[in-house]
């Protein structure tokens, strides 16, 4: 069996339109002795490596798991050497690392094609960014977030393997392999951080001058704030680094869903912080909708499957539907797209 991928260029193919998969996490739960299944996000022909979350081993079919290739599943066998989850340790997740609890899995699938949100590009609500990109002209891109910006739970950001960046980092790199320009990137992610906190500190974003600015708050912002005072915030970011540098473009984030276990949050709140967002998108801003493209995903998949701590961040694929949603939305998924 072939070894997992761990090109840049196939992490960053969008799933929605590739008919390979790299590197889909899955987490088998249930109890010790027994089978465990987990929902492969399409159903696969040929599978190609089948993997820790660390690559450092690789699983045997027949042995270690079965594929139900009709209905997507992959099934943990009894005695296998696949990490599990006790069921009981799902429902009390205490927001540990889930990396060496996680399988992932590559595989073509040609006869199955992704049918739900699908991200667009939104180059002309960019002009300027546009511009700029297509004359290949030097740009400089920020980041203000919270922990998930940061890069928390990213494996490289743990320095653990197969060192897979987070995902500003991915965008910009996508970015500068899909257009050939030199970016510059700013990572002003600070964990705990809400949209509220990113108000009072634009003088860093603003000091770099940059042409683009990636707003990515929302998680801890559910702890406390309705969508029109998250909203309220976010449009106080973009009003104070405008002032300063006129110049400037944004692309907001809307935020991934935490799993059902982190009760302090909430739930409701992500789709109202999203259309919010989306009311200000125009000229200069648009939206990167990772919440519409999340739900999707886990309507199909375990959210566990996509959860870097159990709680409410990204593990490594994670981290790949940011920054394929991002790049997505600024047209720089591929250099023919640029």
Partial sequence: MAESSNNFDDLLDPFWRSMT???????FIGRDGSSMEATLLFRPEAILAVNSAGADI?????????????????????????????????AAADGELTHNRTVVVSYTHTGDRWQGFVPASRRSQLPRFT??????????????????SEGYDASGFHRLPPYQSPFGTLVASGA?????SHIQFHNFGTAGWTAADALWDTERISAVKPDLVIVAFGMNDATYADADEYVGNVSGILTRVRAEVAHTEFILVSPMLP???CDWLVHSRFA?????????????????????LWTAVAARKNPH??????????NDFGHRIYAQTILATMGCLTASEA
Avoid: F, K, Q
Wanted: net charge negative; charged share 30%.
């Fill in 58 to 90: 690789a699983y045997t079919e027949g042995i270690d798991y079965r594929i139900d290739r009709h209905e997507g599943r992959i099934t943990r066998t009894p005695g296998s050497r696949m990490p599990w989850v006790p069921s009981e340790g799902v």
């Fill in 21 to 27: 998969m790299y590197r889909e996490s899955v987490m």
């Fill in 259 to 261: 799993t059902p276990e």
């Fill in 272 to 292: 109202e912080y999203r259309n919010a967002l989306a009311r200000l998108a125009g000229d200069g801003v648009a939206l990167a909708d990772v919440t519409t």
């Fill in 176 to 180: 500068e392999r899909a257009v050939r």
């Fill in 131 to 148: 511009r700029r990109l297509e004359a290949r002209e030097p740009l400089t891109i920020c980041l203000a977030g919270d922990s998930i």
């Fill in 305 to 314: 499957d996509l959860s870097g701590n159990g709680w409410n961040h990204p």
